[in-house]
Structures are given as structure tokens and as C-alpha cells.
């Protein structure tokens, strides 16, 4: 965790490049919302040849979940239609991600099992949330 390395994705909350490198790979994909730009710019970044690096010599703080609507781990008031798209954006990145950069790569019946799954794992956040609040 303390040395320079090269890695897949980093997380968007702190993420520098270049307009150079932006420009080359087309910015971040504007399908995505909250969740999931991060690895895409990565994947399409890392697609050129280029490496993510891990720079561990600077440091951020990242209030986690602040753009979600919460504040210190503890949820303010959001409405429920916000609390659900919060709470299943994640995992609706997932399938736009897999959708656009894995599908090509795989047989059709795997390709629609892992779309099974990741819609399976939406359907459990809905049912969480609407049940646990």
C-alpha cells in the first residue's frame, strides 16, 4: 500500500491525467452515473497501451458516500426515489461496463448468465432497500 505500482483501476475520488490522454480515449462515458466511470476510463486508458498508477506519496480525504446523500457514514434526507438510485447505481454500472467492454468477449450464454447475475444482485439492493430502509 505505500509503494509506487502499476494497477487495473483506481477510484475516480482522486484520479489526475491528462487532457492529452482524455482526449485520446474519448473522457468519461456519460452513461454511467455515480458509480462505474472511474473503471471505464481506466479500462479505455489501460486499452492504449498505457499504465494506472498507484501514487500512495499523496493523499486525499474522501468523504465516502457525501454525493450519495450522506453525511458522516449517517444518511440525511434523501427522498426514497434518491435513496433507491443511490443504492442500485452500482450495480447498474456493472452491467453497462460489462455490456460495453466484455460482451464482445465472451460466448452468448456466458454473456447472459453474468447479465442474470448482475441483475440478480439488483433485484436483492431493491428488495434491501425498501425493506431495511
Known sequence: MDKVHE??????AYFLT??????????????YFLDGED????????????????YPK???????????GKKNGVENTVSKKEKV????????????F??????????VIL???VIVGIRGMLAIRLISTYLLG
Open 18 to 31: 491528462t487532457a492529452k490522454v482524455l482526449d485520446e480515449v474519448g473522457w468519461f462515458d456519460e452513461d
Open 111 to 113: 454473456n447472459y448468465l
Open 98 to 107: 460489462y455490456r460495453k467492454r466484455m460482451w464482445d468477449q465472451y460466448p
Open 58 to 68: 499523496v493523499s486525499i480525504i474522501h468523504v465516502k458516500g457525501a454525493s450519495k
Open 7 to 12: 494497477v487495473d483501476v483506481i477510484q475516480g
Open 85 to 96: 438510485q443511490f443504492r442500485t447505481q452500482g450495480v447498474r454500472s456493472m452491467e453497462i
Open 39 to 54: 473503471i471505464d476510463i481506466c479500462w479505455k486508458i489501460k486499452k492504449t497501451g498505457k499504465k494506472i498508477i498507484y
